[in-house]
């Protein structure tokens, strides 16, 4: 396989890929209403199985195995790269869809890039509907601290950072870490970082601090079972 991932890229999920979104998906749901950080009805946990969806189009794409853990979770990684990057995969069953994400998000915990997939995961009883194929699209990336830039947020409903698809990067180096990119001319290196740039925006050599992706490559208080950490049972268990 080509150590460059040139996009758009089509998935077809198989049926094994699609149990294990729908079980993922509804099991991130359940931890997170037990607990209080998603206060979405039950019925909305298709939600959830479609962005675990997304994120397994990705993986299979990147030839990376991704994150399948269910343990508390609001954003964060679900991916990372052989070159290091961390990836956020954002995805929209929309097949126009843009690159968006939350402007409430701050910049702890963030991953380096944001992927957009499009597509969506058929579900009829809140299961799988395998009278028809599940399809996705892997669209296009952009740098976290572009997308984040003050500049792009956009009032929808609520807040939100927005990036057109026609400006996303187009081809992903995945074993090397990529030139920093910006979106648009005007946003110069030292702006682009972010509003809370405590990740790395550039690549191993950048001054900006980042915690160093360890063991399961999740940072040092988000790994499954620390004690200190929402992976811990105690953290979650009613």
């Not at 991916?79 to 990836?87: D, I, Q, R």
Request: charge should be positive; aromatic fraction near 6%; include cysteine.
């Amino acid at each position: 396989m080509s150590a460059v991932m040139r996009m758009p890229v089509n998935v077809e999920l198989t049926g094994a890929e699609r149990e294990l979104a729908a079980l993922v998906g509804y099991m991130r749901n359940d931890a997170n209403r037990a607990c209080g950080v998603d206060d979405r009805r039950a019925s909305d946990r298709n939600i959830d199985a479609q962005g675990v969806a997304a994120e397994l189009a990705f993986a299979r794409v990147a030839n990376v195995y991704p994150d399948l853990t269910t343990n508390i979770r609001a954003g964060g990684v679900d991916c990372v790269l052989p070159s290091g990057l961390t990836v956020d995969v954002k995805s929209t069953e929309r097949p126009d869809g843009n690159l968006i994400a939350a402007a409430t998000k701050g910049g702890k915990g963030l991953a380096h890039v944001a992927v957009l997939v499009t597509g969506v995961m058929p579900m009829a009883g809140g299961w799988n509907d395998w009278t028809m194929a599940a399809r996705f699209t892997v669209v296009g990336w952009a740098w976290m601290a572009d997308l984040m830039h003050p500049d792009h947020v956009r009032q929808f409903r609520t807040p939100t950072y927005f990036v057109a698809r026609p400006e996303l990067h187009r081809s992903l180096d995945l074993t090397r870490w990529p030139d920093q990119g910006r979106i648009r001319p005007d946003i110069s290196p030292s702006s682009a970082r972010g509003p809370t740039p405590v990740f790395h925006s550039r690549g191993p050599d950048s001054p900006v601090p980042a915690a160093p992706m360890r063991r399961g490559h999740f940072p040092a208080n988000q790994g499954p079972g620390r004690a200190d950490g929402p992976g811990h049972p105690s953290r979650w268990r009613p």
